[in-house]
């Protein structure tokens, strides 16, 4: 499979089978904690061919045909996914033939000020745009946007896509130690958010490895103080790992598990009982792997590496 990747296991999305519709790093940011690394941004309002709709609705159809399960398709993967030309096309072919999996889009939010943008992606059951940032300053620092992006464009754009949408929105705000997460970003922001139809406030934080080796999140405590301001609507979704030490010891796990499917696939119990890590850690680096393409999941539960 070439655009379709899992199903993963997701804290918020459960069993979540992923479209990815670039075959590398394609985004109108560069944040600077992204998993990605970094790669020349573009602007929001271009439109990429990316790979071909048909490609991406026969590996559906195979997947589901062949008695695959999931309960949600979700757009993500090496980028942002609006940029895709053809995610209408296929938002509306998931809706037709599959529907009774939920759809949800993961997107940065960059180019939602778009018609075309917001009336292709309107179907989907669930929207998560990036919502981390309550000014420019810090809005710049974070994703380093492409040049011509400004704040207030990325902002309307989300506002105007809130007004208008009828499906459930879940601000996902990513926090990184010392960038945005001090009283007056988290009050910008929360006041920015109290008056969004949202149903939830993610709170997101960067576990694996960044594109920045200096980016960490912020302390425990904190992040559960920044969830109280929040309000009901908040949630902490991203995971807690010692400090100090979190990138090394994901760094050093997955070069462990590369080392073991290198020779042979295996699965996250196999790993685990070969490793002595968690099945919590297992998962983790896996996941980070699948979405960097680095490894795929078989149907059997097997992991192995791509292009194997
Ligand atoms: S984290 Fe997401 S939005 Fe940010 S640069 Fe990476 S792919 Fe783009």
Redesign the pocket.
């Known amino acids: 499979m070439k655009t379709l990747y899992g199903p993963v296991p997701s804290r918020r999305l459960g069993l979540s089978l992923g479209i990815d519709p670039f075959e590398r ?1 394609t ?5 600077i ?4 690394g970094y790669a020349p941004s573009v602007a929001s309002d271009i439109s990429i061919d990316g790979v071909s709709p048909e490609t991406v609705e026969e590996e559906l159809a195979d997947f589901f045909n062949s008695g695959g399960k999931a309960d949600y398709i979700t757009f993500s993967g ?3 996914p609006t940029l895709w030309k053809h995610i209408g096309r296929l938002c509306k072919f998931i809706k037709e033939n599959f529907s009774h999996i939920k759809l949800a889009v993961i997107t ?1 939010g960059t180019t939602l000020w778009r018609d075309d943008v917001r009336s292709a992606i309107g179907i989907a059951d669930v929207v998560v745009p ?1 919502i981390s940032a309550a000014s420019e300053k810090i809005y710049k620092i974070l ?1 380093r946007p492409n040049k011509n992006a400004t704040f207030e464009q990325y902002i309307q754009g989300i506002l105007k896509f809130a007004q208008n949408y009828s499906g459930e929105i879940w601000a996902e705000v990513m926090l990184v130690d010392g960038v945005n997460d001090g009283d007056d970003n988290v009050l910008e922001l929360s006041n920015l958010l109290k008056d969004m139809p949202i149903k939830y406030i993610d709170l997101n934080l960067p576990v694996r490895p960044p594109a920045e080796k200096w980016v960490h999140p912020p302390q425990k405590a904190k992040v559960e103080s920044i969830c109280k301001k929040f309000g009901k609507k908040c949630r902490i979704v991203g995971k807690f790992t010692s400090h100090s030490h979190y990138v090394a010891n994901i760094v050093d796990l997955s070069e462990n598990i590369l080392k073991i499917l290198s020779r042979r696939p295996e699965t996250a119990e196999g790993l685990s009982a070969a490793l002595g890590k968690s099945s919590e850690e297992i998962a983790l680096s896996l996941n980070a792997l699948v979405d960097k393409k680095i490894i795929i999941p078989l149907e059997n539960g097997y992991f192995k590496i791509r292009n194997e």
């Open positions: 790093k985004c109108t940011h560069n944040c904690y992204c998993q990605l090496s980028g942002e940065n990036t994703h």
